[in-house]
């Protein structure tokens, strides 16, 4: 339990940086990641076997893809976030925590465009949902 609140830490930073800044402290994100393969190597998170590790990567490699296909319209800030989340949690609970953070997301965005809070063309920063997402992966 003490890993998932340290990524929580990390995540907690890194999210208020986005919904304030529009940024995320990659310097956050790397020791993160840093911590997560430390403790990976000596043990502290289980045994460490290198296809998990590597699997788990997947949705911040893709998030990567995507902002570059898109022209940056998705940031490479959440492919960061997705990594180190990946790194901490595995593979199933970090597709879990990419699944609900664009649900919860997406819904929030539906709910503003209808009530005409926001256009279409406003930017949403993702990483406030991937800590709700992390809150439901680790809780489930």
């Known amino acids: 339990m003490w890993i998932e609140l340290l990524l929580f830490l990390f995540l907690a930073v890194c999210a208020v940086f986005d919904g304030l800044y529009r940024q ?13 393969v430390c403790l990976q190597l000596y043990g502290g998170m289980g045994e460490a076997e290198v296809l998990a590790a ?7 490699l893709g998030f990567f893809l995507l902002s570059f296909l898109s022209g940056e319209k998705v940031g490479y800030g959440d492919g960061w976030a997705l990594l180190m989340i ?10 879990l925590t990419l699944l609900v953070g664009l649900l919860v997301e997406s ?13 279409r063309d406003r930017e949403i920063p993702f990483v406030p949902f991937l800590l709700l ?3 439901v992966a680790v809780c489930l």
Do not use: D, E, H, N
């Open 24 to 36: 995320i402290p990659l310097a956050v994100v790397w020791l993160g990641m840093l911590t997560a």
């Open 86 to 95: 990946g790194l901490f949690l595995g593979a199933y609970r970090c597709f």
């Open 107 to 119: 819904a929030v965005a539906v709910v503003l465009l209808m009530l005409r809070k926001i256009k």
């Open 54 to 60: 590597a699997i788990s990567l997947i949705p911040g």
């Open 133 to 135: 997402g992390m809150g």
